[in-house]
């Protein structure tokens, strides 16, 4: 499997300031091997009219009411046909309009189960801010996650026959406990070495974060036992804490 077929979905809702640019940076990939899906919530605000002059480039777009970011995303899952599935939503964006043909370029990248990089963060005119403060590790396999969410999902491509829809039991931090599953699953995962996605500084994340904290640790004590989860909590904690007075930021 030379070229893998690449599923894009984007999801989103009245994000009529962010979706171009996140929509140009998907279709303007030299990667030829894109099947390109864009699931919208039923936006009010333009978006939708953005979305359809980019119409010929989109190869499923639907825009209907939904249960929230995660169950959109679930929607995509389930219309995705392509080899893998990378999920690059309202505001982010992939790193270069080459990084796929630069993961693909490499015959490692086609036989693996999970395809995982970097990620930087950026600022509202897309000027890059600072790397993620979390670091993807040399090598990523699901008990990685102990330490944090070592990888954004946005640069986390997964084979598609692994995956499963996101448990909507959790509200903030689904994609973490969706990325340990598919990683319980995978005999592989390529370190593409490579900055794949662009996160937008800010956002829902930052409003969230107690919350999705809370969720965190219940999701780190499903898989890694009470024990581990607290310590581990602990650890990360202490971290982020020393993180933030060193840098100022988060």
């Known amino acids: 499997m030379n070229n893998p077929k690449i599923s894009v979905v984007t999801v989103v809702y009245n994000s009529a300031a ?15 091997h894109i099947e390109y899906i864009v699931v919208d919530g039923g936006s009010t605000d333009g978006t939708i009219d953005i979305l359809n002059r980019y119409k010929k480039n989109i190869s499923t777009l639907i825009s209907e009411p939904d249960r929230g970011i995660y169950d959109a995303m679930n929607k995509g899952i389930s219309l995705a046909s392509g080899d893998f599935v990378v999920f690059i939503n309202s505001g982010d964006k992939f790193s270069s309009p080459d990084i796929l043909e ?3 370029s490499n015959p490692d990248a086609a036989q693996a189960d999970v395809i995982y990089g970097d990620t930087d963060i950026t600022d509202s005119d897309g000027n890059i801010i600072h790397s993620r403060r979390h670091r993807p590790p040399e090598t990523l396999d699901w008990k990685s996650f102990k330490r944090g969410m070592l990888v954004c999902h946005q640069s986390f491509i997964a ?3 692994l995956i499963d829809s996101y448990d909507l ?3 903030y ?3 973490f406990d969706w990325c340990i599953r598919i990683l319980k699953k995978s005999k592989s995962a390529y370190n593409s070495r490579q900055v794949i996605s662009l996160f937008l500084e800010g956002g829902q994340t930052r409003k969230t974060i107690v919350p999705g904290l809370k969720e965190r640790f219940k ?3 499903h898989h890694y036992g ?5 310590f581990w909590n602990i650890i990360l904690g202490v971290r982020f804490t ?3 007075i060193r840098h100022r930021w988060f």
């Open 18 to 32: 962010l979706i171009e640019n996140t929509v140009k940076s998907i279709i303007n990939q030299s990667y030829s």
């Open 102 to 104: 630069k993961i693909f």
């Open 159 to 161: 084979r598609r026959n």
């Open 169 to 171: 039991t959790y509200r």
């Open 173 to 175: 931090a689904a994609d």
């Open 219 to 221: 999701i780190m004590r």
């Open 226 to 230: 009470l024990i581990s989860a607290t």
């Open 242 to 244: 020393w993180f933030v």
